[in-house]
């Protein structure tokens, strides 16, 4: 399990890293409240952006974008709103995912911009 995690944190860490390389601002990483939680949440010029991050070492099982289900989708819409409220904001939202797979140790990066709607 522990490499699991050490993946999901690796992802994550070149996740935040290629969005600000896209000029997105990262507002919060690994944000929680109670048991909703989302990877990253970043700004672009228009909208909030909810970052879904799946990682995996290979495709073997098919592109790691399919792991978000719509239960998982329900769970970030969610949280989303949590943040919302919890921030008293009031901003167009936006829910991405962000698919990352090792291939030859090298990271071959996936974003998904509006990959669901709420």
Do not use: C
Request: net charge negative; glycine share 4%; proline share 3%.
């Amino acid at each position: 399990m522990a490499k699991h995690n050490e993946l999901g944190k690796q992802g994550e860490e070149i996740a935040a890293q290629y969005l600000i390389e896209k000029g997105y601002e990262i507002v919060e990483r690994n944000w929680r409240n109670k048991h909703k939680e989302i990877d990253i949440i970043a700004k672009d010029s228009k909208y909030l952006v909810i970052v879904e991050v799946k990682t995996r070492q290979t495709n073997e099982y098919g592109n790691p974008d399919i792991a978000v289900t719509r239960q998982k989708q329900w769970r970030l819409i969610s949280a989303a709103n949590a943040y919302l409220f919890q921030n008293k904001l009031d901003i167009d939202t936006r829910f991405d995912i962000i698919s990352i797979i090792f291939t030859n140790g090298e990271p071959v990066i996936e974003h998904i911009e509006d990959a669901f709607l709420p």
